[in-house]
């Protein structure tokens, strides 16, 4: 018996095109399951089921090694198609045993940690319901059509704290086995458990607008929880991130760069927070080293590109006894690349080298190069 988690995904969104694959908190949005389900011991095998050639180009170059890609029929891609349907074409096409474990797993949800698969699976494991589904816990008041209360006595209105509230299907993720989804043809049947998801969870990616928000409960509730314990050393170009990337000249032919303050005061607080920093960047300026004695820089090298900046970047590890996972590092071209694949946590300003933001493990800020990205950044570690 085998626990299969499937992930339908088409090419043919109307809202957000391509919303599968654009980048979600600097990663393409139907990755962030995938990993999630990659590293859940329960699961076996992940499908991605799509009929769209960029999404499939997309996940195959991640080469994740669960998952598997399937090229769904149009006929079950369409805008009216269900998605039971696909489900059932790929149950039959792969033949699979009626007593496999089927978890259909939505991309739309992205903040579906692995934590949450392997506690409902576990939950599933207890064989004490046929079928789970995925819920949080709405403390709003509803009604009813006709002026009647639905959930509540509006002359003794509950305070939150004593209201039990209602579950609300949050469509991150269900599960049954394969036996039970062909004889039903639906993603639930028989008797029903819940598994419960914190509140954060309940929105899931349709309009523009989730999307928004979603980004920012993904940065609140899981990016912040964990980079903010293991960061030990914080790394920044200068060209295009410390500064807008430009070059100015005065009369005199002096060269001139313009520095955000409130990067400046990001420095300061890494520092009460112990965390070392330090700044290798491709140029070699005085003008440079001058920046970095103002911010009480720790380490400062110039004149580092590619294979050099991470040489210079071991070299500062090993004085410290710390490793590469211990670093993030915030750089904008394509001469930072060696080193943001290296480091445990990777960013890039929001105007960085479209190169740089494709990279499937970079977090892109909503900030630009010299206008605070670098700021961003490091509220995000020290959130």
């Not at 969870?201 to 929880?225: F, G, Y």
């Not at 590092?329 to 060696?338: E, K, L, Q, R, S």
């Not at 990205?373 to 020290?382: A, D, G, Q, S, T």
């Amino acid at each position: 018996m085998k626990t299969i988690a499937f992930i339908p995904v088409r090419g043919g969104s109307k809202s957000i095109p391509l919303k599968n694959i654009k980048l979600f908190c600097g990663k393409p949005l139907v990755c962030w399951n995938i990993e999630a389900l990659e590293n859940c011991p329960m699961v076996d095998e992940v499908i991605v089921a799509t009929d769209s050639d960029e999404i499939w180009n997309t996940v195959e170059k991640q080469n994740y090694k669960k998952t598997i890609l399937y090229r769904r029929s149009a006929e079950n891609a369409c805008d009216t198609a269900s998605t039971e349907s696909v489900m059932l074409e790929y149950i039959n096409y792969a033949q699979l045993p009626d007593d496999d474990i089927f978890m259909l797993v939505q991309a739309t949800s992205p903040l579906t940690e692995s934590v949450h698969f392997t506690e409902a699976l576990q939950l599933y494991s207890k064989h004490e319901y046929d079928s789970i589904i995925t819920c949080v816990r709405n403390y709003r008041f509803f009604w009813n059509e006709d002026g009647t209360s639905m959930n509540y006595d509006y002359r003794n209105r509950p305070r939150r704290q004593n209201f039990n509230g209602m579950l609300m299907e949050n469509g991150a993720f269900y599960i049954n086995i394969v036996g039970n989804v062909k004889e039903s043809g639906n993603r639930l049947s028989g008797k029903i458990g819940i598994y419960e998801m914190p509140e954060y969870t309940a929105t899931e990616i349709d309009e523009p607008d989730d999307w928004i928000v979603l980004e920012n409960l993904m940065r609140k509730h899981i990016l912040s929880q964990k980079v903010n314990s293991k960061i030990k050393l914080f790394i920044s170009d200068i060209d295009g991130t410390l500064t807008d990337g430009g070059m100015y000249y005065s009369e005199n032919g002096d060269e001139l760069k313009k520095f955000n303050t409130r990067d400046g005061m990001g420095f300061d607080l890494l520092r009460k927070a112990g965390i070392k920093t330090a700044i290798i960047t491709s140029e070699d300026r005085s003008l440079n080293h001058r920046r970095a004695e103002k911010l009480k820089i720790d380490f400062i090298y110039q004149g580092k590109r590619g294979e050099g900046k991470v040489s210079v970047a071991k070299e500062i590890c090993e004085e410290l006894g710390i490793t590469f996972d211990e670093v993030a590092y915030i750089g904008d071209d394509i001469n930072c690349v060696d080193l943001l694949s290296l480091v445990g946590l990777a960013a890039c300003p929001a105007d960085a080298d479209s190169k740089i933001k494709d990279l499937s493990f970079i977090h892109v800020m909503t900030k630009k190069g010299g206008d605070g990205c670098v700021r961003e950044f490091i509220n995000m570690i020290i959130a």
